[in-house]
Nanobody
């Protein structure tokens, strides 16, 4: 099993920045593809970004491309999401997810492990 814990959420004004972190523990010897998803109230969970173990390839949702950057520090079992130029529509609960698959997937069903989420609120 792998446990994931997110941190770094909060409230920010539109145009501001936040840095989310996700720390993995447990069977971290598994080479995991890790991803960020988000879910706003009344909506489905949606893909934000993903990166496989060892990088450097990555994938982004069109809605965040150019504003968000995913990064990993594999020796520290940590993944980050640098979020810049935040918009009110970015408001959501952000989840860290992981899978032993080496393939990046944009579908939440492809991920076996999930964190509890960290709230991001962007005020206009």
């Amino acid at each position: 099993q792998v446990q994931l814990v997110e941190s770094g959420g909060g409230s920010v004004q539109a145009g501001g920045s936040l840095l989310l972190s996700c720390v993995a523990s447990g069977r971290t010897s598994i080479r995991l593809t890790m991803a960020w998803f988000r879910q706003a109230p009344g909506t489905e969970r949606e893909f934000v970004a993903a990166q496989p173990w060892g990088g450097p390839s990555h994938a982004y949702a069109d809605s965040v491309k150019g504003r968000f950057t995913i990064a990993r520090d594999d020796p520290k079992n940590t993944m980050y999401l640098h979020m810049n130029s935040l918009r009110p529509e970015d408001t959501a609960l952000y989840y860290c997810a992981a899978t032993p698959s080496t393939q990046i997937s944009r579908h939440n069903t492809a991920y076996d492990f999930w964190g509890q989420g960290t709230q991001v609120t962007v005020d206009s």
